[in-house]
């Protein structure tokens, strides 16, 4: 079974517009940390925002944060007044509680703003 | 800039060929990462490396192989190249203390191999 899963190959929106990009994990470990990635076409890889199992709050970067739902096991990534900048490949990746802090990441969604 | 340099950026080699991947962690980091992105599997973990010594271990195939030396910077060996090895390579780093979650990953530009 899929540790991470990014229902949405591709989205659009228009710029100023907020979007929502989905992600559910599946995990049986209690503790475990949530991160959100962004790859533009020149292909690097850009931390953008981190969520614990434990946090009480929902993360909140700029204008990125991350809506929790723990019981849901989702952790979607909520972008508030899109830029033209902001297209690009985003990943949702899961380090789970074997203490090596490797990263799991799904498939990824390709988010695309026009003008 | 994530303060992880990768080289070479890019690198194009034939088949049964060897070749080199070289990273250097931000300062102060001890974990090194090694990921593979490829179109069909996407993005992968192979090794992970804190202070030196192997920690943890993906889908690393047999004729690949890394280290990491006492300056930190990390090098991934890939030998016996095969037409399905293209692909971008990435380098990340951390502080590395065991537990975690916390523990946020910064990665390279990546080296994209092409294997012809």
């Known amino acids: 079974a899929q540790k991470i899963t990014q229902t949405q190959p591709g989205m659009f929106v228009q710029e100023k517009e907020a979007v929502t990009l989905d992600c559910t994990y599946d995990t049986s470990d209690q503790s475990y940390g949530l991160f959100w990635y962004k790859q533009p076409s020149s292909g690097e890889m850009i931390f953008l925002i981190y969520q614990g199992s434990y946090d009480e709050q929902n993360a909140t970067e700029g204008r990125y944060s991350l809506n929790f739902q723990k019981a849901r096991k989702s952790a979607n990534l909520v972008i508030s007044a899109s830029q033209l900048g902001d297209s690009a490949m985003y990943f949702c990746?899961?380090?789970?509680?074997?203490?090596?802090?490797?990263?799991?990441f799904g498939k990824g969604t390709m988010l695309l703003v026009s003008p | 800039d994530s303060g992880v340099t990768q080289t070479p950026k890019h690198l194009i080699t034939a088949t049964g060929q060897r070749v080199t991947l070289r990273c250097s962690p931000r300062?102060?980091?001890?974990?090194v990462y090694w990921y593979q992105q490829s179109l069909d599997q996407g993005l992968q973990f192979l090794i992970q490396y804190y202070n030196g010594e192997e920690r943890a271990k993906g889908n690393i195939l047999e004729r690949f192989s890394a280290q990491q030396f006492p300056d930190l910077h990390s090098e991934l060996n890939l030998s016996s190249l095969e037409l399905g090895d293209s692909a971008l390579y990435f380098c990340?780093?951390?502080?590395?203390?065991?537990?975690?979650?916390?523990?946020?990953?910064?990665f390279g530009p990546g080296t994209r191999l092409t294997v012809l």
């Open positions: 990746a899961m380090s789970e509680n074997s203490g090596y802090s490797t990263l799991t």
């Open positions: 990340a780093s951390s502080v590395g203390e065991w537990g975690r979650h916390t523990d946020t990953q910064y």
């Open positions: 300062s102060g980091d001890l974990s």
